[in-house]
C-alpha cells in the first residue's frame, strides 16, 4: 500500500474542504438558489463552524499550550482579522459574503468613488479577492494543525470546514452574479482559494512541525478567534436577513451535527 508524506496528506485534506468553496460558487451562480434557502444553509454553515472552533480547535489549544497562549492567540486573532476586514470594507469587500443586492450596490458606490478608499472608475474586484483569502486560510491553516499531534487529519475538523464552505461560496457567488460579475471571474476566484486553501493546509503542518506546544496551541487559537470574527462579522448577518427568526434553530441544528461529528471522531 502506497503511503504518502504527512505533508502531502495535509494540502490534500485543505484542497478538499477547500474545493467545497468551488462547489458551492458553481451551484450559487449558476443554478439560482433561493435566498431564503442560501440564508438557512448560511446558518447552519455558521453553527458547524462554531461547534468545530469550541469542540476541536479551542479544546486541543487548551490542552496544548494552556489558558495564557490559547487566550492571547484567540484574542489575537479576532483582533487581526476585524482589522483586515475593516480595511477591505473600505474598499468595497464589506458584502462579499452576502447573496443579494448587496454586492451589486457596493461595487456602484466603488465605481462612483464613493467608498472611503475608492476613487470614480476604480472597481472592487482585488478587494473581493483579498477578503475570499482573508475568510478562507484560517480554517485551512487548522487542518494542517490538526495533524501535527499524531499524523492523523481531524476528519471532524474536514468535514466541517467541508459544510461551511459550501454555503459561503454558494452566497458569495450568488451576489457576484448580480453585481455583474463573469462565471470566469468568480469560479477562477474560488478556484484559487480552493488552491490556496491546500497550500495553507500543507504550510499548517510543515511550518509549525518543530514549534513548541504552546506556539503550536497560540496558532491554533488565532484560527478560531479569526473563524469565529468572520462567522460574526459576514455569515450571521447574511442569514439572519433573510432566515429572521428561523436563524437561531437552523444554527443550533448545525451545531449539533459538527458536535455529534467531533464526538464520533474521538
Known amino acids: 500500500m502506497m503511503h504518502f508524506p504527512t505533508w502531502a496528506v495535509a494540502g490534500f485534506w485543505g484542497l478538499v474542504s477547500g474545493s467545497a468553496l468551488l ?3 458553481a451551484v450559487g451562480y449558476f443554478a439560482h438558489v433561493p435566498q431564503r434557502l442560501i440564508a438557512a444553509v448560511m446558518a447552519f ?8 472552533l469550541s469542540f476541536e480547535l479551542m479544546a486541543e489549544a ?8 490559547t487566550a492571547i492567540g484567540f484574542v489575537g486573532g479576532a483582533a487581526v482579522y476585524t482589522l483586515a476586514n475593516w ?3 473600505r474598499h468595497g469587500a464589506k458584502h462579499r459574503k452576502r447573496s443579494g443586492e448587496h454586492q451589486s450596490q457596493e461595487r456602484a458606490a466603488v465605481q462612483q468613488g464613493q467608498k472611503e478608499a ?13 477578503g475570499a483569502l482573508l475568510d478562507g486560510i484560517p480554517e485551512s491553516i487548522v487542518i494542517g494543525l490538526s495533524m501535527l499531534a499524531g499524523g492523523g487529519v481531524s476528519v471532524a475538523a474536514v468535514v466541517a470546514i ?23 471571474y468568480v469560479l477562477g476566484l474560488w478556484a484559487g482559494i480552493a488552491l490556496i486553501s491546500g497550500l ?10 518543530g514549534f ?15 473563524v469565529l470574527a468572520m462567522i460574526a462579522d459576514t455569515m450571521i448577518p447574511e442569514a439572519f436577513e433573510v432566515a429572521h427568526n428561523f436563524t437561531g434553530l437552523i444554527t443550533v441544528l448545525g451545531f449539533l451535527v459538527s458536535f455529534v461529528l467531533s464526538k464520533m471522531g474521538g
Open 62 to 69: 487548551y490542552e496544548k499550550g494552556g489558558f495564557d497562549s
Open 118 to 130: 475608492s476613487s470614480a472608475g476604480d472597481d472592487n474586484g482585488m478587494a473581493l479577492a483579498i
Open 212 to 226: 513548541s506546544a504552546e506556539v503550536v496551541a497560540a496558532t491554533t487559537a488565532v484560527s478560531a478567534g479569526a
Open 87 to 89: 480595511l477591505l470594507a
Open 200 to 209: 495553507a493546509s500543507l504550510a499548517g503542518y510543515s511550518l509549525f512541525s
Open 162 to 184: 467541508f459544510m461551511s464552505n459550501l454555503p459561503e461560496g454558494l452566497s458569495s457567488a450568488a451576489g457576484m452574479r448580480k453585481a455583474g460579475r463573469t462565471p470566469t
Open 23 to 25: 462547489l458551492g460558487a
Open 45 to 52: 454553515g455558521s453553527g458547524v463552524l462554531i461547534s468545530t
